[in-house]
């Protein structure tokens, strides 16, 4: 039903190719700053980035390689191939650049990998790979244009793209080299033929396509093959009544169908390496259903624990969102549930990853819900329309603003994203330790070296699991520790035991000399992947000696 009372159902044809040109480009622009967060630097334990499940700087050259050209290969399993793939495709041409100028010697699967300047081509490869969830950032948010503008018109479809846009994640996701980005691009641009099917008709063009992205967004991150589940689901029972209606044969009625399924398990076979590689395609069944659910967070498998687990997603998704789009989306899939079901009928698919993921592994990360969060931001674009062409004038003029404010509000967040990456507290950490760390120092340390700041040469980072003693060692020199804020009701997570926690702040051989973090402009942070706390301890002798000042 159109959003004009009386008026005759609507189908958008999207304006020229200048509009989402326009949108891709802004959204580059916005998601590039930070980009560089947390590079590689030339040491064995810090030659990786700083994000959690980052891809960068080689895993995607090195799982390519073991697919299809090792004997013998070692690989990760904890995600498919395809987003290797993708990043492979920026990636292997810079390698194959310093191959043949001298650059790459004897690549090798340890430090320094065979590159003659690590610390440049580790932090290019990183550049690199983050920047394919860049174009894909941008790609996704014309999809959601491209979308909105079918389901409804193109102005709507303008106002989606800017809901998008303004996601707080796309800020984070769109530029690291985490699989997410990728996942979320290739569901919504299924999602995308998905509304031009049920708009119109099923073809045997749109069935290929969207078999495509049925393949290609499982086999970037499993959990959204349940969105395309649920899709064909639909598409499948749409198709066919209209096929009873118009008076097509069955044959004829179930070939694109058929076309369609075919595709999709042909393209899934193939981007997931399954094809290539079963024993990494089985490797990585095996991570997910047995490490891949190991979390200490889980919610109980009871009555309370599932309402929790609900009052969770919906935090969530509220901060993926942001309050205003999050308010606004409500009204608009109450507006399209009452006025246009067929619309209403598009983000039904949504529903899938918390009911067929989310529910049965009864935990959740903001990351999760992502396709979730996408299909509201576009029915909040839904409802700020509705209030753009409503017959009450005051609710006309009220439209502008809240378009504002809900976009204003999800890039503010966006934005405390962005400057809590450039000036992460382990910056400050780095440069404190440049100033007071010496050649033969030792600094401790619990967790993943991954996530250190710079430590210059010649000082020794060692591990520690239990105690801060270890021994036939003296004790180090320093102590440093990172606490990543988590849940909203939680006040630190740190790896360090207990134990060695009360040790080392209640007893007589450290000082704390430094405590660091950048504020963040909004409580609770929705990402806690970045800008950690960050405390440095300093042997009691060390502290009097150099004249460090204790805390």
Same mark, same amino acid.
């Given at each position: 039903?159109?959003?004009?009372?009386?008026?005759?159902?609507?189908?958008?044809?999207?304006?020229?190719?200048?509009?989402?040109?326009?949108?891709?480009?802004?959204?580059?622009?916005?998601?590039?700053?930070?980009?560089?967060?947390?590079?590689?630097?030339?040491?064995?334990?810090?030659?990786?980035?700083?994000?959690? @499940?980052?891809?960068?700087?080689?895993?995607?050259?090195?799982?390519?390689?073991?697919?299809?050209?090792?004997?013998?290969?070692?690989?990760?399993?904890?995600?498919?191939?395809?987003?290797?793939?993708?990043? =492979?495709?920026?990636?292997?041409?810079?390698?194959?650049?310093?191959?043949?100028?001298?650059?790459?010697?004897?690549?090798?699967?340890?430090?320094?990998?065979?590159?003659?300047?690590?610390?440049?081509?580790?932090?290019?490869?990183?550049?690199?790979?983050?920047?394919?969830?860049?174009?894909?950032?941008?790609?996704?948010?014309?999809?959601?244009?491209?979308?909105?503008?079918?389901?409804?018109?193109?102005?709507?479809? *303008?106002?989606?793209?800017?809901?998008?846009?303004?996601?707080?994640?796309?800020?984070?996701?769109?530029?690291?080299?985490?699989?997410?980005?990728?996942?979320?691009?290739?569901?919504?641009?299924?999602?995308?033929?998905?509304?031009?099917?049920?708009?119109?008709?099923?073809?045997?063009?749109? %069935?290929?396509?969207?078999?495509?992205?049925?393949?290609?967004?499982?086999?970037?991150?499993?959990?959204?093959?349940?969105?395309?589940?649920?899709?064909?689901?639909?598409?499948?029972?749409?198709?066919?009544?209209?096929?009873?209606?118009?008076?097509?044969?069955?044959?004829?009625?179930?070939?694109?169908? #058929?076309?369609?399924?075919?595709?999709?398990?042909?393209?899934?076979?193939? #981007?997931?390496?399954?094809?290539?590689?079963?024993?990494?395609?089985?490797?990585?069944?095996?991570?997910?259903?047995?490490?891949?659910?190991?979390?200490?967070?889980?919610?109980?498998?009871?009555?309370?624990?599932?309402?929790?687990?609900?009052?969770?997603?919906?935090?969530?998704?509220?901060?993926?969102?942001?309050?205003?789009? %999050?308010?606004?989306?409500?009204?608009?899939?109450?507006?399209?549930?009452? *006025?246009? *079901?067929?619309?209403?009928?598009?983000?039904?698919?949504?529903?899938?990853?918390?009911?067929?993921?989310?529910?049965?592994? &009864?935990?959740?990360?903001? &990351?999760?819900?992502?396709?979730?969060?996408?299909?509201?931001?576009?029915?909040? #674009?839904?409802?700020?329309?509705?209030?753009?062409?409503?017959?009450?004038?005051?609710?006309?003029?009220?439209?502008?603003?809240?378009? =504002?404010?809900?976009?204003?509000?999800?890039?503010?967040?966006?934005?405390?994203?962005?400057?809590?990456?450039?000036?992460?507290?382990?910056?400050?950490?780095?440069?404190?330790?440049?100033?007071? =760390?010496?050649?033969?120092?030792?600094?401790?340390?619990?967790?993943?070296?991954? !996530?250190?700041?710079?430590?210059? %040469?010649?000082?020794?980072?060692?591990?520690?699991?239990?105690?801060?003693?270890?021994?036939?060692?003296?004790?180090?020199?320093?102590?440093?520790?990172?606490?990543?804020?988590?849940?909203? @009701?939680?006040? *630190?997570?740190?790896?360090?035991?207990?134990?060695?926690?009360?040790?080392?702040? =209640?007893?007589?051989?450290?000082?704390?000399?430094?405590?660091? !973090?950048?504020?963040?402009?909004?409580?609770?942070?929705?990402?806690?992947?970045?800008?950690?706390?960050?405390?440095?301890?300093?042997?009691?002798?060390?502290?009097?000696?150099?004249?460090?000042?204790?805390?």
């Amino acid at each position: 039903m159109s959003w004009s009372p009386g008026g005759p159902p609507h189908r958008a044809t999207p304006g020229s190719w200048r509009t989402p040109a326009l949108f891709f480009l802004v959204a580059v622009v916005l998601y590039l700053p930070g980009i560089w967060w947390g590079m590689p630097y030339d040491a064995p334990l810090r030659a990786r980035p700083w994000g959690w @499940d980052e891809l960068a700087p080689l895993q995607s050259v090195t799982e390519v390689w073991g697919v299809f050209f090792a004997k013998n290969p070692s690989f990760n399993p904890q995600y498919p191939l395809m987003q290797n793939m993708v990043q =492979a495709v920026l990636v292997l041409p810079y390698m194959l650049g310093l191959w043949l100028t001298g650059g790459l010697s004897t690549p090798g699967p340890t430090y320094p990998f065979g590159f003659t300047d690590p610390a440049a081509s580790l932090a290019m490869t990183t550049l690199l790979s983050r920047f394919a969830s860049v174009l894909m950032a941008a790609g996704t948010v014309v999809a959601a244009w491209r979308t909105a503008s079918v389901l409804w018109d193109e102005t709507t479809g *303008r106002i989606a793209a800017m809901f998008v846009l303004t996601m707080s994640p796309m800020f984070f996701f769109g530029k690291t080299s985490n699989v997410d980005m990728g996942a979320l691009f290739w569901t919504a641009m299924g999602l995308m033929v998905f509304a031009e099917i049920l708009r119109e008709t099923l073809t045997t063009r749109r %069935a290929i396509f969207i078999g495509v992205c049925a393949a290609f967004a499982p086999a970037t991150k499993d959990a959204n093959y349940s969105v395309f589940l649920v899709a064909g689901l639909i598409l499948t029972a749409t198709h066919l009544s209209r096929a009873r209606r118009d008076g097509v044969t069955r044959a004829e009625a179930l070939r694109p169908l #058929a076309i369609g399924l075919v595709t999709a398990v042909a393209c899934y076979v193939t #981007a997931s390496g399954l094809v290539f590689r079963p024993s990494r395609f089985m490797a990585h069944l095996q991570w997910i259903t047995d490490s891949g659910l190991d979390v200490p967070i889980r919610f109980p498998d009871t009555l309370v624990g599932y309402v929790g687990l609900g009052g969770r997603m919906l935090e969530v998704i509220t901060e993926c969102l942001g309050g205003p789009v %999050a308010a606004l989306a409500a009204a608009g899939l109450a507006l399209c549930i009452v *006025r246009d *079901r067929r619309a209403a009928l598009w983000g039904l698919p949504a529903i899938g990853i918390p009911l067929l993921v989310i529910l049965p592994a &009864r935990f959740v990360f903001l &990351r999760f819900l992502l396709p979730v969060a996408y299909v509201l931001a576009i029915f909040a #674009a839904a409802a700020v329309s509705a209030m753009w062409r409503a017959e009450w004038k005051p609710l006309r003029a009220l439209a502008p603003a809240c378009l =504002a404010v809900a976009a204003g509000w999800s890039l503010l967040h966006g934005a405390d994203f962005v400057q809590q990456m450039i000036f992460d507290a382990r910056y400050d950490a780095g440069a404190w330790l440049h100033a007071h =760390a010496r050649p033969g120092d030792r600094i401790a340390y619990f967790g993943r070296s991954a !996530q250190l700041p710079v430590i210059e %040469a010649g000082v020794t980072v060692v591990p520690r699991k239990e105690s801060l003693h270890a021994a036939g060692e003296p004790d180090p020199e320093f102590v440093l520790l990172e606490s990543m804020t988590f849940y909203a @009701d939680a006040d *630190r997570d740190q790896d360090i035991p207990p134990d060695a926690d009360r040790e080392l702040r =209640a007893g007589p051989e450290y000082r704390e000399v430094l405590d660091v !973090q950048r504020p963040a402009w909004f409580r609770p942070r929705a990402i806690w992947f970045f800008n950690p706390r960050v405390e440095i301890f300093a042997r009691a002798d060390v502290t009097a000696e150099r004249g460090l000042v204790s805390r």
